[in-house]
């Protein structure tokens, strides 16, 4: 068994498997130079060779207990028929969701357009770098791609509260995307995906009246899809104001903190198996001061299965040597 599947199933405690959000990303020199070639980032993410190629970066440079695949959780609007384009300096930018476009698409035409994405999980999947480790595939939560899909861009910019009124569209898109998120989740299962983590960046947005319709409800549909196919499902409800019901709620194989959850006071509350929490920010600041707070991460779970991570993804500013020396710090730390 691997040292994820060891730390979920079997409740292993001791050494911590360890990986990372984006951790192929641009604070990889290698990753930079396929990037400057390659503008178009859907068509990156749907270029098997390159896409598999990237994914296998950080696992030919780092001791990592996981590779995650490249690609990301705006593929599915992109398989939708709904136009995806990242600008540089401001992020994704989505066109117009057409409800009438978006529910004439067929299982088929879907699955056609997202191949590439199945394509590279298998590759990678067969490469002597995931020998005994874990791949990982991913989705949006449903709430943070109707944001997208719905806002057009990151509600960091600006967040049209309008379309809150919108309950049928709501309602529509939701219906959609649970057909469609499933459809993502067993190809990628099916091509070699060992886990699966759920990212809902934008949980800490919504106000707890529309909590238990737009997060409870639709994530543990997802949830129990995945525990079906008897793979482990991982959450990352970032910056949820209570992670203790959501936990009871949706109950993941692991939860996902951020880096502003009290990570003592999480596991006074549940017994489920933690990952995360570190602030990517110290990876910017110097060894002593990463040392001192992966320290704290490190003794705060002695005695509770824990997989590192960060509270968010590696930042672009990050130096891989940074990375290199967290990784070796925490192998070596028990
Ligand atoms: O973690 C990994 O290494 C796997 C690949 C991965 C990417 N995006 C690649 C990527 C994963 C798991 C994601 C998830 C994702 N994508 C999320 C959830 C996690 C989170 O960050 O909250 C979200 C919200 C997105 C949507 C998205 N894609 C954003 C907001 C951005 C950043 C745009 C910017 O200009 O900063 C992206 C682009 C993106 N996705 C990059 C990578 C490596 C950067 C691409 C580049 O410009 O080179």
Same mark, same amino acid.
């Given at each position: 068994?691997? *040292?994820?599947?060891?730390?979920?199933?079997?409740?292993?405690?001791?050494?911590?498997?360890?990986?990372?959000?984006?951790?192929?990303?641009?604070?990889? *020199?290698?990753?930079?130079?396929?990037?400057?070639?390659?503008?178009?980032?859907?068509?990156?993410?749907?270029?098997?060779?390159?896409?598999?190629?990237?994914?296998?970066?950080?696992?030919?440079?780092?001791?990592?207990?996981?590779?995650?695949?490249?690609?990301?959780?705006?593929?599915?609007?992109?398989?939708?028929?709904?136009?995806?384009?990242?600008?540089?300096?401001?992020?994704?930018?989505?066109?117009?969701?057409?409800?009438?476009?978006?529910?004439?698409?067929?299982?088929?035409?879907?699955?056609?357009?997202?191949?590439?994405?199945?394509?590279?999980?298998?590759?990678?999947?067969?490469?002597?770098?995931?020998?005994?480790?874990?791949?990982?595939?991913?989705?949006?939560?449903?709430?943070?791609?109707?944001?997208?899909?719905?806002?057009?861009?990151?509600?960091?910019?600006?967040?049209?509260?309008?379309?809150?009124?919108?309950?049928?569209?709501?309602?529509?898109?939701?219906?959609?995307?649970?057909?469609?998120?499933?459809?993502?989740?067993?190809?990628?299962?099916?091509?070699?995906?060992?886990?699966?983590?759920?990212?809902?960046?934008?949980?800490?947005?919504?106000?707890?009246?529309?909590?238990?319709?737009?997060?409870?409800?639709?994530?543990?549909?997802?949830?129990?899809?995945?525990?079906?196919?008897?793979? *482990?499902?991982?959450?990352?409800?970032?910056?949820?104001?209570?992670?203790?019901?959501?936990?009871?709620?949706?109950?993941?194989?692991?939860?996902?903190? =951020?880096?502003?959850?009290?990570?003592?006071?999480?596991?006074?509350?549940?017994?489920?198996?933690?990952?995360?929490?570190?602030?990517?920010?110290?990876?910017?600041?110097?060894?002593?001061?990463?040392?001192?707070?992966?320290?704290?991460?490190?003794?705060?779970?002695? =005695?509770?299965?824990?997989?590192?991570?960060?509270?968010?993804?590696?930042?672009?500013?990050?130096?891989?040597?940074?990375?290199?020396?967290?990784?070796?710090?925490?192998?070596?730390?028990?």
């Amino acid at each position: 068994m691997t *040292p994820i599947q060891e730390c979920i199933r079997n409740k292993k405690v001791g050494s911590k498997p360890i990986w990372f959000m984006r951790q192929a990303g641009r604070y990889l *020199p290698e990753f930079r130079k396929i990037r400057k070639l390659n503008k178009n980032f859907i068509k990156l993410c749907l270029d098997v060779n390159l896409s598999s190629k990237i994914t296998l970066q950080p696992l030919k440079r780092f001791d990592l207990d996981a590779a995650i695949i490249f690609s990301d959780i705006l593929m599915v609007p992109y398989g939708l028929g709904q136009e995806v384009i990242f600008k540089k300096n401001f992020g994704p930018e989505l066109n117009s969701l057409n409800l009438e476009t978006i529910s004439e698409i067929k299982d088929s035409e879907f699955s056609k357009k997202l191949l590439p994405v199945y394509k590279s999980i298998k590759k990678v999947s067969k490469s002597k770098l995931v020998n005994d480790k874990d791949l990982i595939g991913f989705v949006g939560a449903p709430w943070t791609l109707l944001v997208y899909m719905i806002n057009k861009c990151s509600p960091k910019r600006n967040l049209n509260k309008k379309f809150f009124k919108d309950k049928i569209l709501i309602k529509e898109t939701f219906e959609i995307l649970d057909k469609f998120l499933k459809i993502h989740i067993k190809n990628q299962i099916k091509n070699g995906a060992t886990i699966i983590q759920i990212f809902d960046s934008w949980a800490g947005l919504l106000e707890n009246k529309y909590i238990e319709d737009y997060i409870y409800d639709r994530t543990l549909k997802l949830v129990n899809f995945i525990k079906s196919y008897k793979v *482990p499902v991982i959450c990352f409800p970032r910056e949820i104001k209570n992670y203790e019901k959501y936990c009871k709620i949706i109950k993941p194989d692991v939860i996902n903190i =951020d880096y502003k959850t009290n990570p003592e006071k999480i596991i006074k509350k549940t017994d489920i198996v933690v990952q995360g929490g570190l602030d990517p920010k110290f990876l910017l600041t110097d060894k002593e001061k990463l040392k001192i707070e992966a320290k704290r991460y490190l003794d705060i779970f002695k =005695d509770h299965p824990y997989i590192f991570n960060l509270g968010h993804g590696v930042l672009p500013k990050t130096n891989p040597q940074m990375l290199d020396y967290l990784i070796k710090f925490v192998k070596g730390y028990y």
